[in-house]
């Protein structure tokens, strides 16, 4: 593999500037690094409370999904390599479980989110997701974990939100840092953002949609976001290769 996946987006507006930093990082780091567990901290948001402890901490959640994910990748290599967009699916299937999009896309709307309908924030959330699994698709098949490192574990598994904190070994032999930040949803946890070198999924996002919405309004948001799920993808050369 030569290059990741870059969302098409047309670079107005200094969140769209930041975006295009991050997206080609994001799309290498998402779920490159679920092998990872790592640092666990409270983070700044409030998670959804629960009246009993985790069934499992983030580090076991992140340990699970890297398993399955290095599982599928080891039997179907050479067919992602061949179309990474053939992976696509089976990303989804191993996330979507663990990856709170409705929360997410509430953080990434913001003030607009009492406003929109059901079926807006549905659609968004959807959306929103789909482009992350678009992102990363062509760099994922080429991850092997010995290019990923963990960070001790010492954050407090009672908290109502964890980051995971990790580092990516970019082939100039220097490291990335990428922290996977979770809440606690019920019983168990629920991943909802992901920054890059301190560059927040979530914040960058919040941005450039809060912009869509006040200046074209939200259905441009929305068929913006909606467009580069279906399609608006480009190969980028990945910063981490």
Sequence with gaps: MTGTWRLTVRQRSPARRRRATWCPLAATFLLASLPLAGHLSSGEEVGTPAT?????????LVADLATRLFAELERHRAEFR?????????LERL??????????ARLVLGAHWPTATTEYRQRFATALFQTLLLSYAESIVAWTPERFQLLPFKGDA??????IRTQVMRSSGSFAAV?????RVGED??????????????????????SDVTQRGPEFALERIEKAARRSAEP???PAR
């Design 52 to 60: 009993s402890a985790p069934q499992r901490d983030p580090q076991q």
């Design 95 to 104: 996330l979507s479980p663990h990856f709170d999009t409705s929360y997410t």
């Design 158 to 163: 009672t908290a109502l939100q964890a980051t």
């Design 189 to 210: 946890w629920q991943l909802f953002d992901v920054l890059v070198d301190g560059v927040s999924y979530v914040r960058t996002y919040h941005d450039d949609v809060d």
């Design 179 to 183: 922290d996977y930040r979770l809440h």
């Design 236 to 238: 980028a050369g990945s």
């Design 82 to 90: 061949r179309d990474p967009q053939l992976i696509v699916p089976t």
